[in-house]
């Protein structure tokens, strides 16, 4: 097993741990497609039921696994999160050999704030602020090749996340402009990485219409999607079951759902 942890500089309070299956001459694997987790928590805190526990099912299924622990608030503001899933992402590509990853397969998982970063990723991932760290490597090494959202952050509009908004802006109060600019389903566009995403219809504190309004944005952009809503389930399920203190077999089914769409998936050319 392949378990370590980098720094992703120059962010050194930002980490990406492997866990992945060693390939040996007696296993003979072929390169792996790789999920990258990105836990949520309001871009204030990072949710260990969000990490381990997705990263190992997507280990089981046969992907290698990578989890992003990016900064929050107060070190959030300034395009912090985005830029390390850059980097992250990047850094998944540069060594696909020693992890046995197929570099033409980098997905990237997250949940409610970890989702709005795992959609910025796909959304934002030539935003200047990103590009300037990608200085001398191939253009678009950092675009995620899809991306799995769950229960995401999307809009700054009426429904969004007030808290996850405003730890990105970095401010109590900040202006409308500036947080249109992490309002995503405004900046979708034929470049985007397609995406899967699932929500539950009563989500009281990420409305569903986050998803909704993101898959408006996909499709009108041509961008390819899976959705999945489903009519009952609090915010936070993560995997849905006892192992996370959160029960819910009729939804817990997304993780299936999200394995084969990644099983599936065929890179354009």
């Known amino acids: 097993m392949i378990y370590n942890t980098v720094t992703l500089a120059p962010y050194e309070e930002a980490t990406l741990t492997s866990i992945c299956v060693t ?27 969000e990490a381990e ?23 959030a503001a300034d395009f912090a999160p985005l830029c390390q899933a850059a980097l992250a992402i990047r850094y998944v590509r540069e060594h696909a050999e020693e992890y046995n990853v197929d570099p033409d397969y980098v997905f990237i998982c997250g949940f409610s ?3 709005h970063l795992a959609a910025s990723s796909g959304v934002l991932w030539n935003h200047p602020r990103v590009q300037a760290l990608m200085e001398g490597a191939p253009e678009g090494i950092n675009r995620p090749t899809g991306m799995i959202l769950s229960y995401p952050v999307i809009t700054s509009g009426d429904l969004a996340h007030k ?39 009563n989500d009281s504190v ?24 489903f009519p009952d ?22 993780m299936e759902l999200a394995i084969r769409w990644v099983k599936d998936f065929v890179k354009a050319n």
């Open 163 to 201: 808290g996850s908004i405003r730890n990105l802006c970095g401010k109590e109060n900040p202006t409308q402009e500036e947080e249109n600019v992490f309002s995503l389903e405004l900046h979708v566009d034929e470049t985007t990485s397609p995406a899967f995403l699932w929500h539950t219809f």
């Open 23 to 49: 390939n040996t001459k007696e296993l003979r694997q072929k390169p792996r497609r790789a999920v990258i987790v990105c836990p949520g928590g309001g871009y204030h805190f990072l949710s260990d039921r």
């Open 53 to 75: 526990p997705i990263a190992v099912q997507f280990l089981a299924a046969g992907f290698a696994t990578f989890i992003l622990r990016y900064t929050v608030a107060p070190k």
């Open 113 to 115: 704030a970890g989702g």
């Open 233 to 254: 389930g609090h915010h936070g399920l993560a995997t849905c079951n006892e192992q996370v203190n959160s029960n819910n077999p009729h939804c817990e089914c997304w």
């Open 206 to 229: 990420v409305p569903v219409e986050n998803s909704l309004m993101m898959a408006s944005a996909l499709r009108k952009s041509g961008v390819p999607f899976e959705m999945h809503i």
